[in-house]
């Protein structure tokens, strides 16, 4: 039942996509790099990662849509490993709204259900460690100690719960004076932790084993965050850049366009991909040093009150934690090679409309910027993945001719390889 509807329609009912690609060969079975020992198997058993792994996870409503009257009455969601979300029929929608069938005609719906299924589906009462283990994530980071890149998107809906999946973080509500929401990464519970910090610890402990095994190998890891906000490039952990988008102070816009120009793309032609001019790079030792960089780096990040979501993330973020694995050629022997992959951790901002947003006032003009920047770079990113399945399809993986827009966008400029190349998304 693999030939499921696109789900187009999971935006308008809120719900939240994690995204994993395997390495788009023919078969779905990426190439083993030489010389590296096997990823340590999951608690139950060896996982074999799929060529394209799509879990959904559909958020509880909120107290104050409870408060306010609303429920639930259009989603139907079977969850579990190939699970389905289901939209009601239009017709019975439409008598919910009291339509006649002329009204409803004219709007110019197919009639009938709609059901997607998905590789996994979370429902409103699962927990973030739900998550985790169906969605098979410790297989993937164990990707990362194989020598291979491997990338891990949460895209949906502002309010949906992508940040809440991705960090796990309280936030406060900021204040009337305009104070911007604040995460709580102290003040909240482990088992509230998202994606994110338990990927870091659970890279660590792997390496603590692979470290055991090869006595003779070293691995160094470095970490990055950044923030992609109107299509400008900023460092979460850089206090200057960070500075540049009001968010320092407190404030939210920062004081103009000559704050606000961000960090360069730069093409690295050995490399073959883009990089990020003077973005800071930390080597960290343990799980906890690159947990309090990302945690420094939340609070930096772009946050603000929006129609749909008291805390809503206005930008993209991506934690890139890189892992170096050198390898001696033989035990005793001087000679190494150097196998670098990275894990890349990307929490994306949130599609809305931006007519939801007054542009008759400041505030209001620049949550409208905000909104058309997102919505374009979320459109650039959809059409670069329907251009490689569409050449994944007519099984043109080399074939050169056919264009895939990766630059029309910072974001997919900078996951160029992480998105078509041979890793693990």
């Not at 206005?314 to 001696?328: E, G």
């Not at 890349?344 to 058309?372: I, N, P, Q, Y």
């Not at 670069?384 to 974001?411: C, N």
Request: charge should be negative; glycine fraction near 10%; aromatic fraction near 6%.
């Amino acid at each position: 039942d693999g030939d499921a509807a696109e789900p187009e329609g999971l935006l308008a009912v809120a719900a939240e996509a994690v995204v994993r690609q395997v390495a788009m060969e023919g078969d779905g079975d990426a190439a083993e790099p030489e010389g590296l020992p096997p990823v340590a198997a999951e608690a139950d058993g060896e996982v074999q990662l799929p060529a394209v792994r799509v879990c959904v996870r559909v958020r509880p409503l909120l107290g104050w849509e409870t408060a306010e009257g609303h429920s639930c009455t259009r989603l139907q969601v079977a969850p579990g490993r190939r699970g389905s979300v289901t939209i009601e029929a239009p017709e019975e929608a439409d008598k919910e709204l009291g339509l006649d069938n002329a009204q409803a005609r004219d709007r110019s719906k197919p009639p009938g259900p709609k059901t997607f299924t998905f590789d996994s589906v979370f429902g409103h009462d699962s927990s973030q460690r739900d998550v985790w283990r169906q969605a098979e994530m410790g297989a993937l980071v164990g990707k990362v100690t194989e020598g291979f890149n491997a990338t891990v998107f949460a895209y949906g809906q502002t309010g949906s719960g992508k940040t809440h999946t991705m960090e796990g973080f309280d936030y406060d509500t900021g204040d009337a004076g305009g104070r911007r929401p604040r995460a709580q990464t102290k003040a909240t519970p482990e088992e509230q932790h998202g994606i994110v910090p338990r990927a870091v610890r659970d890279l660590f402990e792997r390496l603590a084993v692979l470290r055991a095994v090869a006595e003779e190998d070293s691995f160094v890891v470095k970490a990055s965050f950044l923030q992609i906000y109107n299509e400008r490039v900023f460092d979460l952990l850089n206090p200057a850049s960070a500075a540049g988008t009001g968010a320092a102070n407190g404030t939210f816009g920062g004081s103009g366009d000559d704050a606000m120009t961000g960090l360069r793309l730069r093409w690295d032609a050995v490399r073959g991909g883009f990089f990020v001019e003077n973005l800071f790079e930390f080597e960290c030792a343990s799980a906890e040093e690159v947990l309090q960089h990302y945690a420094k780096g939340v609070r930096q990040k772009q946050v603000a009150a929006t129609s749909m979501n008291a805390q809503s993330s206005r930008s993209h973020t991506i934690l890139s934690v890189t892992v170096a694995h050198r390898v001696a050629m033989d035990v005793g022997a001087a000679v190494t090679r150097e196998v670098v992959s990275t894990l890349s951790l990307v929490d994306l901002a949130g599609s809305e409309r931006g007519a939801s947003h007054a542009a008759d006032t400041k505030a209001g003009a620049e949550r409208f910027k905000e909104a058309v920047n997102i919505n374009q770079s979320l459109f650039v990113l959809r059409r670069v993945i329907a251009a490689l399945s569409r050449r994944e399809r007519r099984g043109e993986k080399d074939d050169d001719s056919q264009h895939i827009p990766y630059r029309e966008s910072k974001l997919t400029s900078l996951l160029q390889h992480s998105i078509g190349g041979d890793g693990f998304l």
